[in-house]
């Protein structure tokens, strides 16, 4: 997994502006996933991230790329709370709720609709899209949305914006570890 990987998926994660990226990556050899997991954990974790393998399938390994101190935050909002638990989730502690989600990864052949909690996504556009799906979402960017339009297109903004600049900073030679934004 490359840094190019990291920088073209994960900078707002990287930047602190947002909780967390979920993205897939092409493997022949599964040990070499879990080096760069490694790698990147040293790397990173002094900065307020952890890096996670959710899921390995024939050729792709899914990684969870987020801020635990962010998601702490997101999972104590209530709404939030309410979601997780309509959806089996019955601790709201956050290491829970990730190892909860690798469990729910598992059992769908699709994504389970409440992961967007787990990407920062706004609880009323999760729920949005849970109960909705295609009708009535506002506009669609990083997630669909069915609440605040213009909060959302604000954050999709600064998502772009943010790894247009993380993606420059990069080809000029700062590394990782440079671009990362140190957090609780």
């Not at 954050?155 to 990069?170: A, D, G, H, L, V």
Request: charged share 35%; hydrophobic share 30%; with cysteine.
């Amino acid at each position: 997994m490359s840094d190019q990987t990291i920088i073209e998926n994960c900078s707002p994660t990287l930047a602190g502006l947002k909780t967390g990226n979920l993205f897939s990556v092409e493997y022949e050899d599964r040990k070499r996933v879990e080096e760069d997991v490694r790698r990147l954990n040293r790397l990173l974790g002094d900065k307020g991230i952890r890096v996670i393998p959710v899921s390995f399938g024939r050729k792709r390994a899914l990684i969870y790329f987020y801020r635990p101190s962010k998601l702490r935050k997101d999972m104590g909002d209530r709404d939030a709370a309410q979601i997780l638990r309509k959806c089996g989730y019955t601790d709201s502690d956050p290491d829970t709720c990730v190892v909860r989600l690798i469990s729910r990864l598992k059992e769908w052949r699709t994504f389970p609709h409440e992961i967007g909690l787990f990407l920062g996504y706004p609880p009323e556009d999760v729920r949005g899209f849970m109960e909705h799906r295609d009708t009535g979402c506002k506009c669609t960017g990083f997630w669909r949305v069915y609440g605040d339009r213009e909060e959302a297109e604000k954050n999709f903004s600064r998502y772009r914006k943010c790894t247009r600049i993380y993606s420059e900073q990069w080809r000029r030679g700062r590394t990782l570890d440079q671009l990362a934004v140190k957090l609780p």
